[in-house]
């Protein structure tokens, strides 16, 4: 499907409403109003079988006798005849479709066939839908209100997509009576065609969205998502409420990780790999984006907070430490300052108390000294109103002295009338006021999240790992062994075979087949010992009380071998019992658990925790996507409470947390290899100071993925690693030139590559002369999406500086099926054969990902380009109005 055809639904020139109406009330006579009656200058047609005219405009009886093929058409007639409209207007050229109409999959089995008949039809004609069973969408900048919300949307800079209609209708209002503004106001409904991720990447682009809120019940399409959200999110906000917290479902669960890893987490990880901020509340969406399009994003979570009461700081202070945040220890300097300034009784800690009778100038002078502190994050600042206290006075000093400073400043004006004033000086001066300290301080903490959140997307983690030489071949011939004999769920021993082809470190049970071998072995590796049952259908062996530890003696061993094949056989009685292995008891540590299962929706994730017999007990997890490096595994465990105990704890050592970071990342790895691999539990895996080891480990088998031929690479993950096999080198006229695809933290060498660029290379590459780009635009440039972009950078090595010489770069469609090429070099560079190494490299990769075809747009006088793209047999079209030809290449 083209994501051109966004353009006609969201910036129609013509509509067709299918089931207008003068039935006032109703869905079709609210949608027909709201088109001719808000200022929209296209043209509206409404169809109704039965009247010459609805609220004065002529009507059709059908699509048919329209006088011209329209961009957009509504639809709110009964279910069961929308899908005859829509192949209707697919056979009128119609290709922007908005289904009101309910009763579809929400309705049951029926429901959802007429759903798939429509998609069927859509992707014929090559139509896009908004829809079913949505409100409809306003776009306050074209007066287009096409919708059925009885109120009109102000103009504004956040885009709002909700999948909930009644939600959107109460937002509406709420937004009106306050003043909030909308670039575009959508109802998503039933996603049938057009989803998040769609919307996402179209809005985007638009120069009026700057922000994007959501409400979100579940998502479809997750690589598109992560893929939009992920782009956007490098230069604008994202901040959701996602709906449907809840944990059914985890209870059967085969291991640890499955049962640990609900949906709910799993959102919460993806969000969060996304750039994207969580908020929990629905007024949070509006607070949290207001923030970001006011005030910087602080670099840490430590709060300073001024008041003029003593109890609003403290509910401050409570606040912060529930959410996460630091009450920040004021510097000596700071301090000092403070004392200067300050009444002889002020707090003389954090929150600075300056007390009831505090003077404007007090707190403005107050708030620049703590901005000033470099152990400060950010300021908050409290007035109550008090007889002596100035709220609108002290608000207009804040706002002068605020300038210049790159940290958060937030306010909360406590009260109502006597304050009104002040808050509404605040706001004005790009300062974000609140009704209690509770709420400011969630709000600073969102902000800190977002920050952490954009940090993630500049990590791009290898697809290879020097000295990491597992033998994928004998991994996957031995699962599907397994597999053949139709049992899924490894055992320890052949589960750990596994880990130790990822260099980590397992202990080496030995099968022992009766009481005499389990002695024979037990005296061999020596006491104490732990034993524990193996059997393919018993997966949580302390369950069945199928684990001893501790066992010292061989009296004691053979009483343990015995009663351990007793309880399994209570367990399950039909389970097929190995034997009962044997390893040595692991010395005192810490113990974790490293997981990974596979999401329905987002395939492969990462589970770290508090690990043991307790694990689902103490609920201490964090869930993370593949693929890791050292310091997204190092944010994975920072999220947990066991993490501080791995720091040292009442006097123990602390863990080795390098070697940890780096047995997460080669667990990763593995992951990332084998979408043959469901579930896997590392539980636990015992590490202290010197050394790591997983004393106990299963592995389970994808039953629908095993016997594939061909799976696609990386099928199983949202977020693509880096592509480390397309590193090239070349040799270009003398000099070796490595070819790469590009990296977030490129950034610089752009920069800098840009300023190089002649005025006519600016032009030939971007039709028209700016001087500089953006940092935004820079983000863009050097973020990709390595499955459905890639831009390879040519870099050479200069005195032990490394430049950037140009960038070739082919952007996929959403469906995959053509590229758009790109290509500039540095001045000097071009004419040497470097254009051409690059382009060709690009060509074979277009290749391999299955593109259909490439093309571009180049200048009639960029004589260079052209002779190359002829060279590599592209067809041209003539554009002679716009001074440039349309070439493209079928692969």
């Known amino acids: 499907m083209s994501t051109t055809n966004l353009d006609k639904i969201f910036g129609p020139k013509s509509i067709v409403v299918i089931g207008a109406s003068d039935t006032e009330g109703s869905v079709g006579y609210i949608l027909m109003k709201n088109l001719i009656s808000s200022g929209y200058k296209g043209v509206v047609y409404p169809v109704n079988q039965k009247r010459k005219s609805v609220q004065g405009v002529r009507a059709y009886s059908s699509i048919e006798q329209l006088p011209e093929v329209v961009d957009l058409a509504i639809i709110a007639i009964p279910a069961k005849y929308v899908a005859e409209a829509v192949e209707m207007c697919g056979k009128q050229g119609i290709k922007g479709i908005v289904i009101i109409s309910a009763g579809f999959k929400e309705m049951g089995e029926e429901g959802h066939k007429l759903e798939l008949k429509i998609k069927e039809i859509a992707l014929r004609h090559d139509q896009r839908i908004v829809g079913p069973n949505c409100l409809g969408f306003i776009r306050p900048s074209l007066k287009l209100n096409a919708s059925f919300a009885k109120k009109m949307a102000l103009p504004g800079k956040i885009a709002f997509i909700s999948q909930s209609g009644a939600l959107c209708t109460s937002i509406l209002d709420w937004a009106v009576s306050r003043g909030v503004g909308f670039s575009n106001f959508v109802s998503i409904g039933s996603m049938l065609d057009v989803n998040f991720g769609d919307l996402i990447d179209y809005f985007g682009s638009d120069p009026n969205t700057h922000s994007i809120i959501m409400y979100v019940e579940s998502i479809k399409e997750a690589r598109t998502f992560m893929s939009a959200a992920r782009g956007f999110a490098m230069n604008k906000p994202i901040i959701l409420v996602k709906s449907g917290v809840y944990s059914e479902g985890a209870k059967a669960a085969a291991s640890h990780t499955g049962a640990l890893a609900g949906e ?94 505090a003077s404007a100038e007090l707190y403005g002078r107050t708030m620049e000294i703590c901005l000033k502190d470099k152990n400060i994050d950010g300021v908050l600042v409290i007035l109550t109103p008090q007889a002596m206290t100035d709220p609108t006075g002290t608000a207009k000093y804040l706002v002068e002295h605020s300038k210049g400073f790159d940290k958060p400043i937030l306010s909360s004006w406590m009260g109502v009338a006597d304050v009104a004033d002040g808050r509404e000086t605040l706001k004005k001066g790009r300062i974000p006021s609140y ?133 399994a056989k209570k367990y399950d009685t039909k389970a097929k019992i190995d034997g009962i292995s044997i390893q040595q008891m692991a010395p005192e540590g810490y113990e974790v658990i490293i997981g990974s299962k596979k999401d329905p929706l987002f395939g492969s994730v990462i589970l770290f925790g508090m690990g043991g017999v307790a694990v689902e007990l103490f609920q201490d997890k964090k869930i993370g996507l593949p693929p890791l490096n050292e310091t997204l595994a190092k944010r994975l465990m920072e999220g947990t409470k066991v993490y501080e105990l791995l720091k040292g704890f ?214 260079k380009m052209i002779k190359l ?16 030809y349309n070439v493209k290449k079928e692969l």
């Open 650 to 863: 009442r006097g123990r050592k602390p863990a080795d947390i390098d070697l940890l970071k780096k047995i997460l990342v080669r667990f990763s790895h593995l992951i990332v290899d084998f979408p043959e691999i469901k579930e896997v539990d590392i539980n636990p895996l015992n590490i202290d100071d010197k050394r790591a080891i997983a004393l106990d480990a299963r592995i389970i088998i994808d039953e629908n993925v095993i016997f594939k031929e061909n799976i696609p690479k990386h099928e199983h993950l949202v977020i693509i690693p880096y592509p480390t096999e397309l590193i090239r080198k070349v040799n270009v006229k003398g000099n070796d030139v490595i070819l790469r695809p590009i990296k977030p933290e490129d950034e610089p060498l752009h920069e800098e590559m840009f300023k190089g660029f002649s005025e006519e290379t600016v032009r030939y590459r971007f039709f028209r002369l700016i001087k500089e780009l953006s940092h935004a635009e820079r983000v863009r440039y050097c973020h990709n999406d390595y499955d459905r972009e890639i831009a390879l950078v040519a870099i050479v090595e200069e005195k032990g500086k490394r430049r950037m010489l140009g960038v070739c770069r082919l952007t996929g469609d959403m469906d995959n099926e053509t590229a758009e090429f790109a290509i500039v070099l540095q001045d000097e560079w071009q004419s040497k054969g470097l254009g051409e190494e690059m382009m060709d490299y690009v060509i074979d990769i277009a290749k391999q990902k299955g593109w259909k075809s490439i093309y571009a747009g180049v200048l009639t006088s960029n004589f």
């Open 264 to 357: 709910d987490a799993v959102y919460e990880a993806v969000f969060k790999r996304a750039g994207i901020v969580r908020v929990k509340e629905i007024m949070d969406l509006f607070n949290c984006s207001e923030n970001l399009a006011m005030q910087p994003v602080p670099k840490g979570d430590r709060l300073a907070i001024i008041t003029n009461a003593g109890g609003p700081g403290v509910m401050a202070t409570d606040a912060l430490v529930r959410y996460g945040g630091r009450l920040v220890e004021l510097s000596k300097e700071t301090m000092n300052a403070l004392n200067k300034i300050l009444p002889e009784c002020w707090s003389r800690n954090n929150p600075v108390d300056i007390l009831g009778d």
């Open 435 to 567: 009704f209690t300290p509770e709420h400011a301080v969630k709000a600073f903490m969102y902000l800190y999240r977002y920050g952490r959140n954009i940090q993630l997307l500049y990590e791009t983690p290898e697809d290879i790992i020097k000295g990491l030489t597992p033998d994928k071949d004998k991994i996957r011939a031995m699962l599907k062994s397994i597999a053949k004999e139709k049992r899924f769920l490894l055992n320890e021993i052949e589960s750990k075979s596994i880990l130790e082809e990822y260099q980590i470190p397992v202990s080496n049970p030995i099968l022992a087949k009766n009481q005499e071998e389990a002695v024979k072995i037990a005296k061999k590796i020596g006491y104490p010992i732990v034993m524990k049952i193996q059997s393919p259908d018993i997966s949580h062996k302390t369950d069945a009380g199928g684990v001893k530890l501790d066992i010292r003696t061989d009296e004691d061993a053979k009483d343990a071998f015995k009663e351990i094949i007793t309880n």
């Open 869 to 884: 793209f002829k060279k590599k047999g592209f067809k041209f079209e003539n554009i002679p109005e716009e001074g440039m």
